[in-house]
């Protein structure tokens, strides 16, 4: 028969079932994902849009949190310092989780090494643009008026070390001139100034300004990457304007902290995957002219690695000064 301590043992095993069971798999509590820029910009927009198809896929809230500051480090270093169990999800962009590492000397966390990158979730080509009310109607107007009064023309973006930040320095740089850097806590009141006239210019994101461009708020003069835009496929390239390899795009994915289980991982790629198919995304990712993309874990990872090794080179021989 068994003993009293084995029959103990047996009752506490079976007291505890229970506790294990209630917690189950991942997600069995709702889910924070932070953002590092202000509500209203497409980051913003994107997180909120994903976070419903999770909250639809995998029955469980997904909540967004705006972090905004510091370029968007000031969210990834929270997400660096959250619990690796999935309780905590970043809104990644290219900006602190890339150009960062390039550009700070005291950023606090490593984007390789302190983050898991899950899942890519689209492309953004950017454009140089102007306000719709603006007297340039060509980059060498923009640059001649700049040539003739130095630092007299000013851009907005997203924060300091931000892609529109690099794109408009490195346009500076190549045509010889001064601009005026206006640095914003997100590209919505970037736009909104932007839209108002109170800056004169930036390079951004075609999934911000392609519906103020086709609401004549705003007006193209270049697409500031190596090749043309498929929505604007006649608007030439800086580098066809005779500015150099210029080539800005950002880019939006999910990350978790270092050591995210493998569980999660995979759970969160396939809701990633089945998310692109539903209409609703698709039409938040396509009809600014965003590509969406479909790199997922070591992939992901791998291209992350390619884009700090690019800014690097970019910032660390010279080319530019910011």
Not at 29 to 41: Q, T, W
Not at 124 to 144: C, D, K, N, Q, Y
Not at 161 to 172: E, K, N, Q, R, T
Request: hydrophobic share 50%.
């Amino acid at each position: 028969m068994p003993t009293r301590r084995a029959l103990g043992a047996a009752a506490l095993s079976l007291l505890a079932a229970p506790a294990v069971h209630a917690q189950g798999a991942w997600p069995s509590r709702p889910v924070r994902m932070l953002v590092g820029f202000a509500p209203g910009g497409f980051t913003d927009i994107v997180a909120r849009a994903i976070a419903e198809q999770y909250t639809a896929i995998l029955g469980q809230n997904f909540v967004v949190e705006n972090r905004s500051g510091a370029s968007g480090t000031i969210a990834a270093d929270a997400v660096v310092k959250a619990p690796a169990d999935g309780s905590v999800l970043l809104l990644g962009h290219s900006t602190p989780n890339a150009v960062a590492a390039a550009l700070f000397s005291n950023l606090p966390y490593d984007p390789l090494k302190d983050l898991t990158a899950v899942a890519q979730l689209a492309v953004h080509p950017h454009l140089l643009v102007v306000p719709a009310a603006s007297p340039f109607r060509s980059t060498a107007e923009l640059i001649e008026a700049a040539r003739v009064r130095p630092g007299a023309i000013s851009y907005c973006s997203a924060g300091i070390g931000s892609v529109h930040h690099i794109a408009c320095s490195m346009l500076a740089q190549r045509a010889g001139v001064e601009f005026t850097h206006v640095p914003y806590r997100g590209s919505a009141p970037a736009m909104a100034d932007l839209i108002a006239g109170r800056v004169d210019m930036t390079i951004e994101g075609i999934n911000t300004v392609g519906q103020m461009i086709i609401d004549g708020r705003l007006r193209p003069l270049a697409a500031g990457t190596l090749a043309r835009i498929g929505p604007l496929p006649d608007l030439t390239t800086l580098q066809e304007q005779g500015y150099g390899d210029i080539d800005a795009q950002s880019w939006v994915g999910i990350f978790g902290p270092a050591g995210l289980p493998a569980e999660v991982v995979a759970k969160l790629s396939a809701a990633s995957d089945q998310a692109m198919h539903a209409p609703a995304f698709q039409r938040i990712l396509t009809t600014g002219g965003s590509i969406p993309a479909s790199r997922r874990g070591a992939e992901f990872r791998d291209f992350l690695t390619l884009e700090i090794a690019r800014y690097k080179a970019v910032l660390g021989d010279g080319q530019i000064a910011l």
